[in-house]
Nanobody
Framework: QVQLVESGGGLAQAGGSLRLSCAAS????????IGWFRQAAGKEREFVAA????????YYADSVKGRFTISRDNAKNTAYLQMNSLKPEDTAVYYC?????????????????WGQGTQVTVSS
């Protein structure tokens, strides 16, 4: 099973940018679709973005569409979440997750591997 490690979180000002990385172990990274989720303090974990195995098709939550971009480099076993025009409401712990399913990417139950999360804090 693939193991995932997120990095790149930190503190940003509103309007700023951060890029999160999700590094995967194993040689089968290209067999998994990757999703990003986030959980703000006191709230449920929510879907942010997902990318299919080949990287050709992506999905976004309405709240981040046009601001965030998910991508992947299968040769580097890494997925990314470029976050631009950050808002204070983007503050959360961000998790990447992997699934060998071919659909249902906005649902947490679809994913069978999760990273430990990385904190993103956006100040106003």
């Amino acid at each position: 099973q693939v193991q995932l490690v997120e990095s790149g979180g930190g503190l940003a000002q509103a309007g700023g940018s951060l890029r999160l990385s999700c590094a995967a172990s194993g040689r089968t990274f290209g067999s998994y679709a990757i999703g990003w989720f986030r959980q703000a303090a006191g709230k449920e974990r929510e879907f942010v973005a997902a990318i299919r195995r080949s990287g050709g098709i992506t999905y976004y939550a309405d709240s981040v569409k046009g601001r965030f971009t998910i991508s992947r480099d299968n040769a580097k076993n890494t997925a990314y979440l470029q976050m631009n025009s950050l808002k204070p409401e983007d503050t959360a712990v961000y998790y990447c997750a992997a699934t060998d399913f071919s659909g249902g990417f906005s649902a947490q139950r679809t994913y069978n591997a999760w990273g430990q999360g990385t904190q993103v804090t956006v100040s106003s």
